[in-house]
């Protein structure tokens, strides 16, 4: 009262005797307000009169600050803002005082002022930015708004008398201006100025300290964030402290919208069904390093945010709580810690007696760190013991002494309840849940990647993490995103006990990444348990399979949900007309994927069966006719009219054997020079359309050798010139790839001329010994093309290979002058002692080809794929190996034997 007595005696004299003792009691627990009333005594009377009002609320106090907008003078304005909130400060300080409300009605009221402020700072800011940069829109053109989230005591609506308030800056998407400036330039610019009206220092202070630091990556972070930027960031980096800390989420100012959306956002990342034990221990070690910070070098004071069984142990105690069991329980998600302790208490998590001691204590230390604050406006909660008569006072107390004794008290029993916080309800991680969850353990969970056997562990880890950092699993639902992470320990068992797990792995992320299979997977480990083990199969069995379904998801409903495969022509004319494409070619590679992965897997799902003849023929009659089908299709669709061309296949094609990734070998024929001359591009667009590539791969490779001169001969000759070629030119092996020439499409007259000259040149002359010598010699060479090593064997060109018996059954079939195209069927029917081995080397190749996802026929020794191959066959690698060696043995002594005898 010294100063108002000496510099405002004529104001002093004019006051009434209980608004003297009004102001004595506010400068005797305020010099700030005592400052400021010398500056504005008018608020006195303000104060007085509004002891026994009620509270403005936030609405209310919104409207009020609205009038500070008609100011145009930034300074002026920033300087209103502060007088704004002093105002209201000393009004409910004024109330806290004369106990008017309970303290945390008065801190949700000083909460509200703090929202007023903001909102008119915000509104001021978005008409300068506005004015600037234009409108921000997003990429589709569509209004982008902005708020400001409330966190920590604000957020909470218990902000403290004399504090800093914790924001976040947020707005709906990127894109740009009306005036083509970025939507980052335009918030970046439009939250710097927000900052610059509140904590601008003026004549009257400063009206806010903000505090910026738990926004994604704190001090270093932008100062404002877009809602996918967020999402991306919480569910992909984001820490535990950061859930801890996002439980006082609120909507301070700006777009309520916005702030829904955001809420919406880190909701499911806050509130998890159960809560680690690990991501405790972890809170719990956070407070034991704000303990540690806390402890002062000076023994005379006590820090009452930070100390030891201080408001921070109140606010960890609710909020451990809240973390495990808010999840489950939607009333428990409360931001304030006054209402939470209340809550607790209502379901029975807190006893009575706990939760009245932490009411009590943590309303007496907010009581408390606000008489400290308010001495003299300072941001502190250092509690100096040598005052604690002063505070005594001021807390109607009878002396520092029952002060000390009732803080220590209050201490002691917070300390000894967060201490015997029970914690059965949190639930024990596996190693890759704990990095998943926590963000943290990186090398625990390295260490394990390697202990079960991944040779790489930073890449096996980066693939998990493509799973749950990814977009895909962002946008996944709260159930669905709980199922995954549920399922991480069966899928480290799975990989613990797989051999081959990188193979197993990459196929399993592709499908579910890649392939946007993620929301199928994670729906299937709710409610079909057969579809999970069916994708976890075919990731370990097919990288083919894995590869088709990566590209095109769809096939998984074919796969699994179809019983009957697709055959014949007739088949795949139904299954074409249903699928929904405008492009042709996408249809036919729509069409060829969907027949090659249910024919696939009929083959996987009987590999284990006794009928190892029936299922392998029935895929290469399936692939086989999916071809002939697809060759059809397209000849159709590039001739609109009858014309003279013939289309013979040879090679596998020919007898009716393709393969997983064989190709088409492919001979084209015209009628006469003049009907090429007119359609010659016809053969060209049909090799175009079947190697083109589309979003789906492309349809066939083609080998066009099989024609006259191979590669440098023509591409479609006339009948007359494979007349004159077949008698002058062809070499004996021509004789004995034409063994396998069948007709696929074109004229039908032609063909019967085609087909009458085939048979001249296939049985007009005899098989003597030059010719078996021939053949015998261009099968060496193949072989020497294969340059097999030592620890690696080429299935079908190789020492023994698939290729001997083939050019044996070529070799009868010219003998016996028989148009039996299919090595299989002269195998059985003229060399049966061999067939079961052929056989076996067919299914190697197979089996090969549908793990590696190519049309290759070779594998090593020390290959990683010859597990997954020896477990196909119920073998182990050493005992396959030796198998495919004993057979190719047999085989060569069988080949050498028969061509000496020359058949």
């Not at 995103?481 to 399993?508: I, R, S």
């Not at 029935?618 to 071809?627: C, D, F, H, K, Y």
């Amino acid at each position: 009262m010294e100063k108002f007595e000496l510099l405002k005696k004529d104001f002093i004299e004019s006051l009434s005797k209980e608004k003297k003792q009004f102001l004595k009691d506010l400068t005797f627990y305020s010099k700030c307000l005592r400052d400021f009333l010398l500056r504005h005594e008018e608020y006195l009377d303000y104060f007085y009169e509004n002891l026994d009002l009620d509270l403005l609320g936030r609405e209310k106090l919104i409207k009020e600050a609205t009038k500070l907008l008609d100011i145009s003078s930034e300074n002026e304005f920033i300087t209103n803002l502060t007088i704004f909130k002093m105002k209201h400060f000393g009004r409910i300080v004024s109330k806290d005082i004369y106990n008017k409300h309970t303290l945390p009605e008065l801190m949700k009221e000083y909460s509200y002022v703090a929202d007023a402020t903001l909102e008119i700072a915000f509104q001021r800011s978005w008409q300068i930015a506005e004015k600037k940069y234009g409108k921000p829109l997003d990429n589709e053109k569509n209004p982008v708004y902005a708020s400001v989230i409330a966190l920590g005591k604000l957020g909470g609506l218990e902000l403290n008398y004399y504090s800093d308030i914790d924001l976040m800056y947020i707005y709906d998407n990127e894109g740009k201006t009306e005036k083509g400036f970025t939507n980052k330039e335009f918030f970046s610019f439009l939250f710097s100025k927000l900052n610059q009206f509140l904590t601008k220092r003026n004549i009257e202070g400063q009206t806010w300290i903000i505090d910026l630091d738990l926004r994604p990556n704190g001090k270093s972070g932008f100062i404002a964030y877009s809602l996918p930027a967020l999402e991306t960031y919480y569910w992909t980096v984001g820490r535990v402290w950061e859930r801890h800390m996002l439980i006082k989420a609120r909507h301070s100012a700006g777009n309520k919208n916005t702030t829904e959306e955001f809420l919406k956002i880190v909701k499911p990342f806050v509130y998890k069904s159960f809560t680690s034990k690990d991501e405790i221990k972890e809170i719990i070690e956070m407070k034991k390093l704000i303990e540690k910070d806390a402890l002062s070098v000076n023994k005379d004071e006590f820090d009452l945010k930070k100390g030891d069984g201080g408001i921070r142990e109140v606010e960890f105690t609710a909020q451990i709580l809240q973390l495990i069991y808010a999840g489950k329980d939607k009333y428990l998600q409360e931001r304030s810690t006054y209402k939470t302790i209340q809550k607790l208490k209502e379901r029975g998590i807190l006893t009575e007696e706990d939760a009245d001691i932490l009411t009590s204590a943590y309303l007496f230390y907010r009581k408390l760190e606000h008489i400290i604050q308010i001495e003299n406006c300072q941001q502190t909660q250092k509690f100096k013991y040598k005052n604690a008569d002063i505070y005594a006072k001021k807390l109607n107390l009878k002396d520092g002494n029952e002060l000390l004794e009732k803080l220590n008290d209050y201490r002691e029993k917070v300390k000894k309840i967060f201490n015997s916080l029970q914690l059965e309800d949190t639930k024990e991680l596996s190693p890759l849940q704990k990095y998943i969850f926590t963000k943290h353990n990186e090398d625990e969970a390295l260490n394990y990647l390697a202990s079960i056997g991944f040779k790489d562990p930073k890449w096996a880890l980066s693939r998990i993490k493509e799973i749950f950092f990814s977009k895909d699993f962002i946008l996944l639902s709260e159930d669905f995103k709980e199922a995954l992470f549920n399922f991480l320990p069966e899928l480290e068992k799975q990989l613990k006990e797989y051999e081959y797990k990188t193979d197993f792995l990459k196929n399993l992320t592709n499908m579910l990444i890649e392939g946007k299979m993620l929301p199928i997977f994670a729906s299937a480990i709710l409610q079909n348990k057969k579809l999970v083990e069916f994708i976890l199969n075919i990731a370990k069995v097919s990288d083919y399979i894995s590869n088709l379904m990566a590209k095109d998801p769809e096939l998984l409903d074919f796969a699994f949900g179809v019983e009957d495969i697709l055959k014949t022509k007739q088949d795949f004319e139904k299954e074409l007309e249903l699928i929904k494409s405008d492009n042709f070619l996408e249809k036919l590679n729509k069409l060829k994927n969907i027949v090659q992965v249910l024919a696939s897997l009929r083959y996987i799902s009987q590999i284990h069966l006794d009928n190892a003849e029936e299922r392998l023929l029935e895929l290469n009659q399936i692939l086989t006719n999916l071809a002939d089908f697809i060759i059809e299709k397209i000849y159709k669709h590039e001739t609109k009219e009858n014309i003279p061309i013939v289309i013979y296949g040879l090679g596998k094609l020919g007898s009716k054997e393709m393969n997983i990734g064989s190709d088409l070998d492919l001979i084209f024929s015209f009628s006469d020079i003049n009907a090429k001359q007119k359609y010659e591009k016809i053969p060209v667009n049909i090799i175009k359309s079947l190697t083109k590539y589309t979003r789906m791969g492309i349809l066939y490779q083609i080998d066009l050798r099989l024609r006259p001169y191979g590669k440098s001969g023509e591409l479609s000759p006339t009948i007359n010139y494979y007349e004159k070629y077949f008698k002058n030119e062809a070499r004996s092996w021509e004789r004995l790839a034409w063994t396998k020439a069948r007709f696929i499409t074109g004229d039908i007259s032609l063909k019967e001329k085609m087909e009458k000259l085939i048979e001249d040149f296939l049985f007009s002359k005899t098989v003597d010994n030059n010719f078996i010598y021939d053949i015998y010699e261009m099968r060496m060479r193949l072989e020497g093309i294969s340059n097999e090593k030592s620890d690696e064997i080429d299935i079908k060109l190789g020492y023994g290979g698939i290729v001997d018996l083939e050019f044996l059954a070529q070799l009868k079939a010219l003998k016996e002058k028989i148009r039996i195209r299919s090595t299989f069927k002269i195998i059985k029917d003229y060399y049966p002692e061999m067939i079961d081995k052929y056989i076996f080397l067919r299914e190697v190749e197979t089996r090969l080809r549908m793990i590696k996802a190519t049309g290759i026929s070779r594998i090593g020794k020390n290959s990683p794929y010859i597990y997954r191959l020896a477990k196909s066959f119920n073998l182990d690698e050493e005992k396959l190996w030796k198998k495919i060696l004993e057979t190719r043995k047999d085989i060569r002594r069988f080949f050498l034997k028969n061509v000496k005898e020359k058949v």
